[in-house]
């Protein structure tokens, strides 16, 4: 049997006034998606366990079989891997956001969805700045993602490092960013490297090219998401299966190292609507070749909902199932041995432009599922099914079992 998870990141949302009521996967048109609900079964659960944050690491973690509970320690640990970056015992791995910030305001936790080239030049700049002064390396990730490794000293143990309170700059979009400046036993050290990092940046040539084009600078690091290294049972081990994971976002490449999955780079995967999707599913495909499971992270409906635009999120969706669910089940209908399970990993609401907790829908189909009774995909028809899977990671360790799923 091969396996496909089809990951929709954060297109999950409530029923907005704008779209009449519905929400906006219910407002797209979205054939495909339907035919997964069609021809197997749709229903809703819970990728967030209660209590934890609702981020995309917590939530792809439960939909690759993990349970956050027993697994989770940070994302910027699990970014880490991805890069390649080994942590020692006395080390913290720190997401590192270049953003935009403007009179005290979060403008933009992208920095105008920098490029990863301009992003390049400034964090090495900043590497080559900030080392000099604090126990920090920085590595260059994609687009606005990055990653600082901050190692324990005589100031600060890695306790303190791992336990900060550092708030996601995407939850405060719009908002004054003081009052969610870095606080616990390791504040003083985290806010002295934003302003050290704000003065490296003011003058750099990539923000005085981006101003004079019209762009937001990069203003500042924002370092938060941190975390210990992490270690999860590999996928053969613990499912049986081999497989290959395809995203633009080194989180879910690093849950991908971590569970000994090979994580495939795809030209042009950039996170964004303008991803190439063609690509993606041909490397995904390509994959199943030789390995069992694929796992394929679409990264723009959650963006878009950050952005707060529900054309644009509409539009992530649609492409989303024109161009990475059309294509897959076409070939899962030639294969006839394929199981597919569409899913986000969490909400990202429209209204506060952030993620959510609670139950999303999924739908699934493929040999040994039993048709259900839903017409479509959606919130909605989720709900009207009656299907409800608390613990979110039962659904992927259900779905990878050989035997016949019944719910
Ligand atoms: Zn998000």
């Not at 490029?115 to 900030?130: C, F, G």
């Not at 002064?133 to 005589?154: E, N």
């Not at 400046?181 to 003065?199: E, F, N, R, T, V």
């Amino acid at each position: 049997m091969k396996y496909i998870i089809l990951l929709g990141d954060g297109m999950a949302d409530h029923p907005l006034d704008a779209c009449q009521g519905r929400t906006p996967i219910e407002a797209a048109h979205t054939p495909n998606m339907d035919r997964v609900a069609r021809m197997g079964v749709t229903g809703l659960f819970c990728p967030i366990p209660e209590g934890m944050p609702p981020g995309s690491d917590v939530g792809n973690l439960s939909l690759f079989g993990y349970d956050p509970r027993v697994s989770f320690s940070g994302r910027a640990a699990i970014e880490a891997a991805s890069q390649g970056i080994t942590l020692a015992a006395d080390e913290v791995a720190f997401r590192c956001n270049l953003v935009t910030l403007s009179d005290g305001v979060m403008k933009d936790f992208t920095a105008g969805h920098i490029t990863t080239e301009e992003a390049s030049e400034l964090i090495h700049h900043l590497d080559k700045e900030l080392s000099a002064s604090f126990p920090i390396r920085l590595h260059c990730g994609v687009s606005y993602r990055h990653t600082g490794i901050l190692k324990a000293d005589s100031g600060c143990t890695v306790e303190d490092l791992a336990q900060a309170v550092c708030e996601p700059p995407h939850n405060i979009t719009g908002q004054s960013f003081e009052p969610f400046l870095p606080q616990g036993a390791a504040a003083d050290l985290l806010i002295a490297l934003m302003q050290a990092s704000q003065k490296a940046l003011q003058e750099h040539p990539v923000n005085v090219a981006r101003i004079a084009s019209g762009k937001l600078p990069a203003v500042s690091l924002w370092p938060w998401g941190q975390g210990r290294a992490l270690t999860l049972e590999s996928y053969r081990d613990r499912f049986g299966v081999s497989g290959a994971v395809i995203s633009a976002v080194d989180l879910v490449k690093g849950i991908g190292v971590c569970a000994g999955l090979e994580v495939l780079h795809v030209e042009g995967a950039t996170g964004w609507i303008d991803t190439n999707y063609a690509g993606k599913v041909a490397a995904a495909l390509n994959a199943l070749e030789e390995h069992d499971f694929v796992y394929l992270h679409v990264e723009a409906p959650d963006e878009a909902a950050h952005q707060g635009s529900i054309p644009l999120k509409i539009q992530a969706i649609e492409d989303f199932d024109a161009k990475v669910v059309a294509p897959v089940i076409a070939y899962a209908a030639d294969r006839k041995d394929c199981r597919i399970l569409v899913a986000p990993d969490h909400f990202t609401l429209i209204s506060t432009k952030t993620h959510a907790s609670g139950a999303v829908p999924f739908a699934l189909c493929g040999p040994g599922i039993q048709p259900g009774e839903s017409a479509a995909y959606g919130e909605g028809a989720a709900l009207s099914s009656g299907i409800m899977i608390p613990d979110g990671h039962r659904l992927t360790v259900d779905f990878l079992k050989e035997e016949t799923l019944s719910f």
